[in-house]
């Protein structure tokens, strides 16, 4: 099994600028979540979604952060406009819904100057 | 208070030592506890997982759960340097719905050869 696919890595990007970030969940995961780490604040619960659709968004920051899931295999995380305080190591999880353990994948850094 | 507490550390051990973490959290209705080892640049993965009362062994590893006091631990016996980790308190609670686990800063622990 492959595990959570996550692109790019690695991300620099200017303030004002458009930023998405990909994710790839375990082929047969109904449950995706998106989770921003930083020193000071981190392991944060941004979004989670149930077989495709939102069910809690009350972690994502502001208007300028949105996600989406379009089907089981692919879901988007866009920052537009980006900021440098929203520089951090994005996480992507996924499990299967009545299952525990989630699976992270490799994590996105993004840094935004 | 934040959901869940952990003392950032470092918390530094001798090699074959035991070493101790713990978590404390306020929501009293929270249902099942984690904890997860991250070592630095990588994602976070499950390495013990409780919800009742009492202790939970695997191996080096035992999780220790006091619903009355509200904490949460996590004893490595015979500490090796490949423990050298940031260990994740966290927990799975009433709100945001049956998937949403928060995590709190992590404590660092490193052991010393």
């Known amino acids: 099994d492959a595990g959570v696919i996550q692109s790019p890595r690695h991300e620099v990007t200017e303030m004002g600028q458009e930023v998405t970030l990909r994710c790839k969940p375990i082929?047969?995961?109904?449950?995706l979540f998106w989770y921003r780490q930083t020193m000071m604040r981190g392991l944060e619960l941004l979004i989670y979604?149930?077989?495709?659709?939102?069910?809690?968004d009350s972690g994502m920051p502001e208007d300028r952060f949105s996600a989406k899931m379009p089907n089981a295999s692919f879901s988007t995380l866009k920052i537009q406009p980006s900021e440098p305080r929203d520089s951090a190591v994005y996480f992507c999880a996924s499990k299967e819904y009545l299952s525990y353990e989630q699976y992270f994948g490799p994590g996105t850094r993004l840094t935004v100057t | 208070q934040k959901e869940v507490e952990q003392n950032s550390g470092p918390l530094s051990v001798p090699e074959g030592a035991i070493a101790s973490l713990n978590c404390t959290y306020s929501d009293r209705g929270s249902q099942s506890f984690f904890w997860y080892r991250q070592y630095s640049g990588k994602s976070p993965e499950l390495i013990m997982f409780?919800?009742?009362?009492g202790d939970k062994e695997d191996g080096r590893f035992t999780a220790q759960l006091n619903k009355a006091s509200q904490y949460v631990s996590l004893l490595i016996r015979d500490s090796q340097p490949s423990d050298s980790a940031t260990y994740l308190c966290?927990?799975?609670?009433?709100?945001?719905?049956?998937?949403?686990?928060?995590f709190g800063i992590g404590t660092k622990l490193q052991v010393i050869p």
């Open positions: 409780i919800y009742s009362n």
């Open positions: 082929s047969g995961h109904n449950s």
């Open positions: 979604f149930n077989n495709n659709v939102p069910i809690d």
């Open positions: 966290a927990l799975r609670g009433n709100s945001g719905g049956y998937q949403k686990v928060t």
